[in-house]
């Protein structure tokens, strides 16, 4: 089984201050990681993922993750905040014991970026 | 080179009725998922479609059903709907099954009555 969890509801960041939405997962194989964006009344959009290879991922936006095995987890960040990056942002999961393409999705952190 | 497309995007039903969501996938790609996003259950996985077959199929009762078509173009049927039917459908494509990103459409939005 795989399952992912976003403990955070809410996160609320000043604009130009780093920011971080977490993420912990567990699988029974190998962890695929994604990261997701979604805009009011729009489809998700891709912003990373983790397959193999380096801990850190650079993806959309100058967004970034870190992945860590022994914790985990696949936290979300970014070191300087826009008012533009508010936003609901879901992590995803798939266990690379799964073919194809299901996907396990956290419950959504929404991110609100004050001017 | 155009997205995902999904129609209707706004669709109001009554308890009973049926209805048939369409996704035309980006233009090569052959897999085609399917997700029910509710504010209670969050993002669900539906099923999968790879060259006309089902590929997975996730925890959702025998009403919601699914297709794909040669051109790859992918249809949802959710049959006597009720209540807690009511969610945003999101379609998603990618080149192929594991193709680890999944490029989404913009949903259709069903209201049950």
């Known amino acids: 089984a795989q399952s992912v969890a976003q403990p955070e509801d809410q996160v609320k960041v000043a604009e130009g201050n780093p920011l971080t939405v977490k993420c912990t997962y567990s699988v029974s194989g190998n962890p695929y990681l994604f990261w997701y964006v979604q805009y009011p009344n729009r489809g998700l959009q891709f912003l990373l993922k983790y397959i193999t290879g380096d801990n850190l991922v650079k993806g959309s936006y100058g967004f970034e993750a870190e992945f860590n095995k022994s914790q985990t987890s696949f936290h979300l960040k970014k070191p300087s905040a826009l008012v533009s990056d508010s936003a609901l942002y879901f992590c995803a999961v798939r266990d690379t014991n799964n073919a194809g393409n299901m996907l396990t999705f956290g419950g959504g952190t929404r991110l609100m970026v004050k001017p | 080179k155009a997205g995902v497309t999904q129609t209707p995007r706004y669709l109001i039903k009554t308890r009973g009725q049926q209805v048939t969501l369409s996704c035309s996938p980006i233009?090569?790609?052959?897999?085609v998922s399917w997700y029910q996003q509710t504010p209670g259950q969050g993002l669900q996985f539906l099923f999968e479609?790879?060259?006309?077959?089902?590929?997975n199929k996730g925890n959702f009762p025998g009403r919601f059903s699914g297709r794909q078509f040669s051109n790859s173009r992918s249809e949802m049927n959710v049959s006597t709907l009720e209540l807690g039917d009511s969610a945003l459908y999101l379609c998603?494509?990618?080149?192929?099954?594991?193709?680890?990103?999944?490029?989404f459409g913009a949903g259709s939005r069903l209201t049950v009555l």
């Open positions: 998603a494509s990618s080149l192929y099954s594991g193709a680890n990103v999944l490029t």
């Open positions: 479609y790879f060259s006309e077959t089902q590929r």
């Open positions: 233009s090569g790609h052959r897999s």
